[in-house]
T-cell receptor, first 114, second 114 residues
Framework: AQKVTQAQTEISVVEKEDVTLDCVYE???????LFWYKQPPSGELVFLIR??????QNEISGRYSWNFQKSTSSFNFTITASQVVDSAVYFC???????????FGTGTRLLVSP | EAQVTQNPRYLITVTGKKLTVTCSQN?????MSWYRQDPGLGLRQIYY???????DKGDVPEGYKVSRKEKRNFPLILESPSPNQTSLYFC?????????????FGSGTRLTVV
C-alpha cells in the first residue's frame, strides 16, 4: 500500500527561524520516487524536488534542504532562515514504479510571520 | 514554453449543469491525469490516461468522465455537477508515470457548484 503522512497540519514560525516539515511514507516497492511541492496562496503547485529511492544523498538548494532516510521511511524538508515568502502549503508525494499516480500527503501549512 | 494549460481558472456553476474543464499539454507526454484537492485530504487522483484512447479510473472517479482523443488534450467532464464536487482541480502530465520522469501540473481550476 502506498501512503504518505504529513503529521504537521500547520506550523507557525517567525521570520529567520529554521523549520522542518516532516514526511513519512509507506511503500512495498524498492523503486519509488519522492517529491515535494509548494502551493503558495495563488494556488498553483510548484515543484521543489524529486528523489528516487536509490539516491539517499541529502540535497541542499539555497535555503532549502532535504533529508532522505530509507531506514525510517522519511523525506523531511528543512527551510533555513525562513522568510515570509515561504508561507504556503507544502505537499510531500510518492510515486511507485509502474503505478500511474502520485500519492500525496495531506499537506503542511507553513505560516511565516515578519 | 513547456506547460500544461487548464481552463478555466475559476468556475462557478449550478447543480446539474454540465461542464468541461480543459487540459492541454505541449510536451508530447503520453501520461495525463486529473486530481482534485480538498482541505485535509491532499490531492486525490480522479482519472488518468496512459495514451490516446487509453483511460482508467483513479481513486475518486464517481461523477466524472474523461476522454483522450488527442495526445495533447485530456478534458474533465462533469455531466451533472453536485456541490460535493466543489474543489480545486489539477491536471498533470508526464512522459512516463511511475518512473524517474517528473510531473508537470497545470495552474489549477477552482470549481464551485452551488
Amino acid at each position: 500500500a502506498q501512503k504518505v503522512t504529513q503529521a504537521q497540519t500547520e506550523i507557525s514560525v517567525v521570520e529567520k527561524e529554521d523549520v522542518t516539515l516532516d514526511c513519512v511514507y509507506e511503500t512495498r516497492d524498492t523503486t519509488y520516487y519522492l517529491f515535494w511541492y509548494k502551493q503558495p496562496p495563488s494556488g498553483e503547485l510548484v515543484f521543489l524536488i524529486r528523489r528516487n529511492s536509490f539516491d539517499e544523498q541529502n540535497e541542499i538548494s539555497g535555503r532549502y534542504s532535504w533529508n532522505f532516510q530509507k531506514s525510517t521511511s522519511s523525506f523531511n524538508f528543512t527551510i533555513t532562515a525562513s522568510q515570509v515568502v515561504d508561507s504556503a502549503v507544502y505537499f510531500c508525494a510518492l510515486s511507485e514504479r509502474g503505478f500511474q499516480k502520485l500519492v500525496f500527503g495531506t499537506g503542511t501549512r507553513l505560516l511565516v510571520s515578519p | 514554453e513547456a506547460q500544461v494549460t487548464q481552463n478555466p481558472r475559476y468556475l462557478i456553476t449550478v447543480t446539474g449543469k454540465k461542464l468541461t474543464v480543459t487540459c492541454s499539454q505541449n510536451m508530447n507526454h503520453e501520461y495525463m491525469s486529473w486530481y482534485r484537492q480538498d482541505p485535509g485530504l491532499g490531492l486525490r487522483q480522479i482519472y488518468y490516461s496512459m495514451n490516446v484512447e487509453v483511460t482508467d479510473k483513479g481513486d475518486v472517479p464517481e461523477g466524472y468522465k474523461v476522454s483522450r482523443k488527442e495526445k495533447r488534450n485530456f478534458p474533465l467532464i462533469l455531466e451533472s455537477p453536485s456541490p460535493n464536487q466543489t474543489s480545486l482541480y489539477f491536471c498533470a502530465s508526464s512522459f512516463s508515470a511511475g518512473t524517474d520522469y517528473g510531473y508537470t501540473f497545470g495552474s489549477g481550476t477552482r470549481l464551485t457548484v452551488v
